[in-house]
Structures are given as structure tokens and as C-alpha cells.
């Protein structure tokens, strides 16, 4: 190993020292403390405008002069409202019910034992992300508000964005008498505190939140010595059932697919029932034309709607991320599941009917992390889920599921009282 | 890799395969079809208690032949009683509500959507563990209940017994209607196959369940491409707080660690508070020496009670599971939690006081699976917890902690109902 290695190795299992202590203490504290962390943090955040956007505009002129597309730049890019909503979304998280302490359920076996099962928070948490900076104060205040300390290590172009964000939020955490440490920052760009954290920092890391795009998940599922919670990705499917209201299809669709191409609860394929294709489709495809989208259909689709191009075995498998819709005729909820089941990615798929039947069928038989009936799969998200914030969607079947919130971020442990009781 | 392990490969695959068709059409049972499967099965067990006893007396005596241990012997001979224990824990797990379906929570958030959080299987579990038997009727039941399709690897020495009793599952689920690949055991007794699962059988494996000794825990969490349940250790202490009642702190410290020395649950390190370790140790050690424990303890333990051998620092780290405790004298709740958290394996703690306020700091401040005031450590056991039976006592931090029933055994989906909404 080389010497600036084994500093950058030296210098994580440090933080994760510090962590482990940190979250020590935060066990200690009052959700009230926490609370006031939190809009502490809001106000800092505010205050702290200036100095937040000028080291952003050095992240992007980094990017800039490396070349970074403009998508990318509009990631990375802060602006005085992009600043107010990291604040307000700070608010929101603050306004959450605190989950630590809370008795998830409580009763009493015939040994006369009384058993409770209360939340506690994780531990310490390390969350890799990518080029957006609002990450840094999303993960920090999400952690507070679940009692968690967090090691965030960043993408390097947004590392000096970064850093503004993460000594706000030190300092608001110092004031309210919460550890410090509760929230690091990894202060460099080295790829070697990637391989650190994977490592699981000598135990002291209970779980590794992978946010970013689909090779940062597959790394970290892949090399992770610590649990990790993590999407793959959004393969998200709407299904346009014979009992569909063709109104509610038409601007579900529109939704789910156009209102943002870009985040993981956007539909790249549409599946149509073929008892009623050629009521739905025709509107459905011209809505989505004239908003610019591409369609890409089986010979079936294209019968229906002209100069839609042809759909590849790839199309069902690709989450496009861009104005592209596969569109698929199938038999029915039983056809929808079975193309589900086959490429779908276990994140959100959306049946519109108004058929009670359909609408179970379909709830029961998707086994995916979300299933809504007649509403946009672009609903999926932890802040239209009421959480006031996510730190992701997870597709893991294990602990949670879905939009990942501070209740999320929380385990539980029994707290059982006796009287003295001996096990017979 | 040679045509063997190729074969094993082949057959371990298509196992995952059969498994994952199986979760699907579970998925689709009613709750009481598994209930009456699980009357069945129970019933089934009890009319081939002759086959499963001839089964297990050729494992037992190639055991013998082999020279494994009384105690290992112990734990793999079955008896007509043993017999009737595992139809019961299959009774009791029948007798649990079907945890599938359930609602976990619901509310309507600001957009007006009727959002669900409700139970649903995980889908293939793979359950490895080693010699004794009832596990494969106590998995079986378990995973039934629960709607997941179950991968059971038992160890060479129960494997004869094993299948004769997976042979009574598979037709008792066959009868009531449920697809018969939902129980699935591993027929051969090749270590390879513990390698194909280790490796996710393609994708098929949701979990993996390790219930065992330490080695192979270690193994199966070092290994795994699949997410893992597993417990690691149970070394679990016992508190005796100033505040202590004599007699309760006797008859639990006595019950904590020797009703059953071998279970997980056993503790293995007493703590006692210095600012009554006058009052309350010697009685306490004077009733462990009449039961046969061997003590070893600090300077000071030793002080108040002649005849203790010394602890050295390995019996602090040290899961005996034998009739030997270490003793060590601590400066109160602090001093308890300091060594809790040092040594312990969070799995299990237990502090005998009648002060409310230092039961309430050292439940808070002990981060175990689970923390009891005023009864017996042994008490860490799904049974006891009214679960009807368990897979183990995971000290896993994510998804479950602590006894594993059938509920533990599920994950959630959220069910989202609209009418049309779309997101602004």
C-alpha cells in the first residue's frame, strides 16, 4: 500500500472512530435537541447563502473547464433558490415526528413478561452520493432527525460545495450541544475513501446508503462488508387496464412519463390491455407526441398508432431516463404482471382501471416497493409520501422498502420489563 | 470446475428456479390455505413418527460410528417426544396470525393519495444450518406462515432425518393445495451446495438464513451475494444494579445462566454494581457454585468471594456456553454500560433493580436486540416472545433484530390508491 493510502486508510478509520463515538452520544439526546439542530440548521443554511454559492461556483467552473455536460452542470449548479429549498427541506424534516424512542408495539405473552418494541436509531450511517450538493444537507438532517451518525463522502465535483454545506451544518449541530461528529464530511476527492467505507472502517459502519446512478450501486452491492441499502434502478411500468377511465389514463401517462424524464419514478414503459388498445392508445400516444416523447411499440401498438417506431427486446429492459416510452399490448393484469415480473425492477408500476377487481389483482400480484392505482408513478417519493424528505427509493426487499425517510433510517430493539420471572 | 460440481450447480439453480415459481404462486394463497397446510403438516408429522425415528437412528449411528460427542449426538437423536414437540411448534406457528396482507400503517398525505404500508413474503429464503432436525419442520412452518418459499441446507448429520421430514412437509403442502416446490431441502449432503447458495442461485435467493454455529454464521456473512440474517453470538450479561432485589437478583442470575448453558440466550457475564456488590455477591456466586458453575472473576469479585479462579481478558470475549460465568464489578449503571458496550455481542443484557431510573438508563443505553429489567436472560426465545417459534435471534441491525417469527419474515409494499392524480 502506498503511503498517501494508508494515510487516506488511517484517516477514515479515524472518522469512523469519531462516528462511532458520535452516535454514542446522540443516543443520549432529546428529540427536542434534535428538533432545534435541525432548524438551526435551516436558519444557518440561509445564512450561509453567499459563502455556499461561491464555492459552488467554483465546483462549476471545475466542471466547466473539465467538460461536464450541461445536465450534469444543472445537477451540480446552486442557485439562491436552490439554496431556500435545501433550508425548507431541512424545515420539513424538522416538522417530522421524531421515530427514536417510539413504541413500534406492546404486549404481554402468557409468561406475564411485558415485551416493547421500540425504535432506536441505526448507528452510523455512510451515504455515498454523487455531483448534487443538496445531498449533503438532505442525508445530514435526515440522519439527525433518526438519531444516526453519518459519514457522507461526496462525488468530487461537488466537493467544495460541499464542504460549505457540511461546516453549516457542524457548526448548527455544534450549537444546539449536539457531537459534532455526528456528521462528517470526507474532505477529499481520493477514490481510496471509497474502497475504506466498503471495507466497513473496522466495524464501525452499520450500513452504506449508495444515492447515484446505477455503476455506483452495482460497486457498492458488489464490494460492501457492511449492509448496504440501495436502488439499482427505476424500471417503472404503467398499465392501462380495460377498465380504464380514458381521461385518467391519458393524464396519468402524460404524467408519469413527461413530468420529469429523469428521476427514477418516471415510467419507460406503458403496457396497454388488449381488450381495450384501441380505445386508450391512440389519445394516450398523441398526448405524449405532442409533448415531444418518442414511442417505441410492439407490432401491436404500432397497428394503432402510426409512425410509432419498432421496440427491441432492449427497449423492456432500459430505464431511459429521457423522453422515450416503450409501449406494449398485453393480455390483461395477468399479461401486465408477467412483463412486469420479467423486466421490471421491483421500484413503482402504476394500473389505471376503475375495475375494484383489476385494481387488487394487480396491488397483489406486482411485487414491487410501490403499486399505485390510477395516480403517476412519479409519486414516488419520500416527500409526496409525507416524509419530508428521502435519502432514495429503496428496491431492496430487506428493511425498507420504498421511499426511505427518517423511520427508515431507524431499527428497533425489545425492551421487556419482569418481576422477577425465571424461565421454566 | 469438475462435472460434479457442475451437476451440483445445475441442480442448485434449477432448485432456485423451482423456488422462485413457487414464491410466485404462494403469493397468490389464501391465508387459510396455509393455515390448513400447516394443520397438515402437524398432523402428517405426528402419523410418520415411525419413519422419521428410523430415519434418524441410521443418522445417529453413523454420528456414532463417527465419534461425534454425546452432545452433538443429543442435539440430533430424535424421540418419540421430540416428535410430538415438532408437530406442536407447528401448531403454535398455525395458531400465529397469517402476517401476509397485513396493513402496517395508512394515512393520506397532502396530495390526497391513499397510501398503504402493507406485509408481504420476502419471497425465497434459503435457511442453512446444521445438525438438528427440527429445524426442517420449524423453517418449513415458519416460511409457510409467512408466504415465502423456503431452500433448507441441514448438515451432513441430520440429513437422513431431514429428508424424511421435508418428504412429510412436501406432501402436507401438496395436499393443501400449495405448491409443493414451496419447501424445497438440498437432497445431497455436498458442501458445494452451500457455495451455490452463497453465490444467489442466480439472482433466486432473497435472504439467506444462517442458524448455526459461530464458523459457519461467519462464513455465510463473509460470503453471501444475497442478503443475510444471521446472529453472531450471544454474549450476554447480567446486571446487578444497587438497586437490586436479593432474591430476584438470585433466582434470575441462577435462571440467566444455568437453566440451559448451550443456548444463545445464556449469559456469561455477570456485572454487579460495586455499591452493593457486598450485599449481593456473595449469595448470588455461593447459588451458581451449588449448581456446579465455575466462577472467575476481577480482583475485587474475588475479594468478596474466596475460591473464584481469576478472569483474564479473554473471558470477557468469551461465549462459554458451558456452566462457567466470568464475574467483574462495575461502577453502576456506567460502569455496566461501558462494559456492555465493549464486550457485548447485542444480542442480549439484563439488569436487576427495583430503581426505575437506572432501568431506564440502561435500557436506553444498551444496544442490544434486546434488554430486559428484572427477569432472566433466557427469556431470548421467539417462544417466549409469542411468536410461536423462530429461525434464531438475529443481532443483525437491519430489517429484524431479535427473535425472528413469521412476521419477521415479511417485507412491505406500499399500495398507493388515486383517482387520477397526476404530480404537479
Known sequence: MSDLNAAMLDMM??????????????RATTPDARTEALHRLAEALRAAEADILSANARDVARARDAGLSEALIDRLALTPARVEGMAAAVEAIAA???????????????????IARVRTPIGVLA???ESRPNVTADAAALCLRSGNA????????????????????RSAVAEAGLPVDAIQLVPVPDR????AILAGLDGAVDLIIPRGGK???????????APVLGHLEGLC?????????????RRVTLNAKMRRVSVCGATETLLVDRAAAERL??????????????????????????????????????????PILSVRVVGGVDGALDHIRRYGSGHTEAIVTTDEKAAGRFAEGVDSAIVLINASTQFADGGEFGFGGEIGISTSKLHARGPVGAEQLTTYKYVVRGEGQTRP
Open 127 to 129: 451515504v455515498i452520493y
Open 215 to 225: 455503476s455506483l450501486v452495482a460497486r457498492v452491492q458488489a464490494e460492501a462488508k
Open 150 to 169: 453519518a459519514i457522507l463522502r461526496c462525488g468530487s465535483d461537488c466537493l467544495e460545495s460541499s464542504r460549505a454545506i457540511a461546516a453549516v451544518v
Open 281 to 322: 392508445l391512440p389519445a394516450v400516444a398523441a398526448d405524449l407526441t405532442a409533448a415531444g416523447c418518442e414511442l417505441r411499440g410492439d407490432a401491436e401498438a404500432r397497428a394503432l398508432v402510426p409512425g410509432m417506431t419498432e421496440a427491441t427486446e432492449a427497449d423492456w429492459t432500459t430505464e431511459y431516463l429521457a
Open 192 to 195: 481510496a475513501a471509497v474502497g
Open 13 to 26: 478509520i479515524d472518522m469512523g472512530r469519531r462516528a462511532r463515538a458520535a452516535a454514542e452520544s446522540l
Open 96 to 114: 417530522q415526528p421524531d421515530p427514536v424512542g417510539g413504541e413500534i408495539a406492546r404486549w404481554t405473552p402468557a409468561n406475564g413478561l411485558d
Open 237 to 249: 411500468h404503467t398499465y392501462l387496464d380495460a377498465g380504464a377511465d380514458l381521461d385518467v389514463a
